[in-house]
């Protein structure tokens, strides 16, 4: 699991310096720009980002994706909200119903992370999620075409959950940001029958991509050469 996680964060880490080396023509240029006046300029941002992940939950595979819309303020602190989906191949046989299932659920809610070395093409930072969610589980022939799922609110539990973790941001230009790192996820206890997990804790590595307009309020204007 630790092996496939580190492949997993050294692959996006080496996609992020192929796109840092295409990327000096526009460094050149963007150096002959400064600001123009003494006061120092708040500088806002808004971005509608898309992530996804590996990780485990209960030592199986589990695989996330996320929705999330933020203000960035000073290019120092995201406020906003997120929400994720996840899935989990748990192949856990149900007696009951004579079927092997798989987990699957959602949580989201407010996104905090402070930004270090904003001024820098690359940053550190460190988002925390604070919120909800709920689990269930699914019969794992749920991809077959014919299949059809009858979902009630009584086969999910509903959970809170705090995420921590830790981001390397890429500043590819005011407009597009590269991000990727790892999380964990701790959740309160969950009632699943049968068998089922007691959280939804774990490790996960992701990477991500926020579109959006990150340094409105920046001043500036073009040299003499």
């Known amino acids: 699991m630790k092996t496939t996680i580190t492949t997993y964060l050294l692959v996006a880490f080496g996609a992020m310096f192929m796109v840092h080396a295409q990327d000096n023509d526009q460094n050149i240029e963007q150096e002959e720009y400064m600001e123009f006046n003494d006061r120092k300029n708040v500088v806002h941002g808004v971005y509608l980002g898309l992530t996804m992940g590996y990780g485990e939950v209960d030592g199986d595979d589990a695989f996330m994706g996320g929705l999330k819309v933020a203000y960035v303020a000073n ?3 995201e406020v906003g909200f997120v929400g994720n989906f996840i899935y989990s191949d748990q192949d856990i046989y ?13 949580y989201g809610g407010l996104h905090l992370e402070p930004i270090f070395f904003s001024k820098s093409r690359v940053n550190l930072s ?3 999620l604070v919120g909800a969610g709920a689990i269930g589980y699914i019969d794992d022939h749920f991809d077959n075409v014919y299949y059809e799922e009858d979902f009630d609110e009584d086969d999910f539990d509903p ?4 995420e921590p973790g830790v981001n390397l941001l890429f500043n590819v230009s005011r407009y597009l940001q590269l991000e990727a790192g ?3 996820r701790f959740t309160s206890k969950v009632d699943l029958r049968p068998n089922g997990i ?3 804790n774990g490790f996960s590595a992701g990477i991500g991509i926020k579109v959006g307009v ?3 309020g920046r001043n500036r204007y073009k040299k003499n050469i």
Do not use: C, H, W
């Open 159 to 162: 959970f809170f959950v705090a």
């Open 198 to 200: 007691e959280n939804v």
């Open 214 to 216: 990150f340094n409105m």
């Open 126 to 128: 460190f988002p925390l």
């Open 182 to 184: 790892v999380k964990y």
């Open 94 to 106: 149900n007696t009951a119903l004579s079927q092997r299932e798989d987990l699957i659920g959602g």
């Open 75 to 77: 290019q120092q602190f």
